[in-house]
């Protein structure tokens, strides 16, 4: 069994904070964002949890704004009993970037289970122990940022095995009020499995799990006793950086609030051959290959006139080990590379899904012998092999864009009756 530990060493720490790219943004003159996991231990909510045994999925992110995490302050509590916790996507420390193995909390020992392996969901073995089930995690946005099917597999457990499940909210990263991007469809399995979510959804977790709840009653099956406790003091308009609360890097690659507002547009890269910039200390903002000519694509992009964004040269030389914590390997280690670099100029302006498809065609113009689409690993990030089948054809960008106003009209009534902000 492997030991984990929530005690923060200097270089996790330095690893978990750090300030937004967004420098130039002035801090919100608005009272700090209270999250959920704060409400949780209010007279309104705590009766939810006293005297119960408690299953806990969190990660890294399930900090308290005192710095204490929220293992510490149930584990501690007289009057709950922690008894078992599950871990996401990089694991309960944030840390994994590939394998993500089942384990013990080195401080409390308690079993924690891995939902990013062979097991994605709790099992009614894993629930006995449990009379509620809780979570705690910081997303950022993306429809294949996987903490969410992590709370959606979890709120299908609760709903078989008659758990009740209480999400603790926290605002959505990247602000409430963008929505774009093609929504799932059958030619392709999406890699996050919520299905009917475009790739920028502007909803928080917590009205997320009111909406896969709530459309698990539209297709008959048994919807969970959910309990969402909102944030207070939030705007959808509002962005990390102006809700007062400190930014925990949510995974290995998710360094800063930039990395979260250009990810729905450059990790649409990992279905290709072409670099990120994963194992760099500016991860999805470099669109990079050795053979990439970095004048030519940015004037290439830039000529596009997109919205909120310009790109210019640069280089990138990935590494396998970026501020002191390993990255799965990344393309082209150790190899240096040309690239045009994302600038974000307006982020209210800014369409990321769009930017991703424009990005795209913009490599497939200028490299169209050099560049592969991996075209299951695409598919399943857009979650529609459409937008591939359509480059490859030689439709524009804008043709392609354009096919997705209906669906995401769609998208907006459905979202509109789940919005608690």
């Not at 492997?2 to 904070?17: D, E, Q, V, Y």
């Not at 709530?214 to 006793?225: D, F």
Request: aromatic content about 8%; some cysteine; hydrophobic content about 40%.
């Amino acid at each position: 069994m492997k030991n984990i530990s929530f005690l923060h060493r200097p270089l996790l720490l330095a690893f978990l904070l750090s300030s937004t790219a967004f420098s130039d943004h002035k801090p919100s003159a608005d009272p700090r964002v209270i999250i959920g996991a704060e409400r949780l231990f209010t007279p309104e909510y705590f009766s939810l949890i006293k005297g119960k045994r408690i299953g806990l999925v969190t990660n890294h992110t399930g900090l308290l704004p005192d710095g204490r995490h929220l293992v510490d302050v149930l584990f501690k509590n007289p009057e709950v009993k922690l008894t078992m916790l599950f871990g996401p996507e990089h694991g309960i420390r944030g840390d994994a970037d590939d394998h993500v193995a089942d384990g013990k909390d080195q401080v409390t020992g308690l079993p924690v289970v891995s939902l990013y392996g062979k097991v994605r969901k709790p099992t009614a073995e894993m629930l006995k122990a449990v009379d509620v089930l809780i979570f705690d995690i910081q997303d950022i946005g993306a429809r294949f940022y996987t903490y969410i099917a992590t709370m959606n597999h979890v709120l299908e457990a609760a709903a078989e095995n008659n758990i009740p499940y209480i999400v603790l909210d926290r605002p959505n990263a990247i602000g409430g009020v963008y929505v774009d991007g093609p929504l799932d469809d059958e030619s392709a399995v999406p890699v996050t499995g919520v299905g009917q979510l475009p790739v920028v959804h502007g909803m928080s977790v917590g009205e997320l799990a009111l909406m896969f709840n709530g459309e698990r009653k539209l297709k008959q099956l048994p919807q969970a006793k959910l309990t969402v406790i909102p944030v207070t003091n939030y705007k959808r308009k509002q962005w990390y950086d102006e809700t007062g609360l400190p930014w925990i890097k949510p995974s290995p690659n998710m360094l800063t609030l930039t990395t979260a507002a250009v990810y729905p547009a450059t990790c649409l890269l990992e279905g290709t051959n072409v670099s990120e910039a994963r194992g760099t200390l500016h991860p999805f903002e470099h669109i990079a290959a050795p053979w990439i000519n970095g004048e030519a694509l940015a004037k290439q992009l830039n000529g596009y006139k997109l919205r909120g964004v310009t790109f210019q040269k640069a280089t990138v030389k990935p590494d396998s080990v970026v501020d002191g914590v390993r990255i799965y390997p990344p393309k082209f280690v150790g190899q240096q590379c040309e690239s045009a670099r994302m600038t974000i100029t307006d982020r209210n302006a800014f369409e990321s899904a769009r930017a991703g498809v424009y990005i795209l065609h913009a490599l497939l113009t200028l490299y169209p012998d050099k560049v592969e689409l991996r075209d299951k690993r695409l598919d399943n990030l857009l979650g529609t092999s459409k937008v591939r089948e359509q480059l490859k054809a030689g439709k524009s960008p804008q043709e392609i864009v354009k096919q997705w106003d209906k669906g995401l009209t769609n998208f907006k009534k459905t979202r509109k009756k789940y919005l608690i902000y």
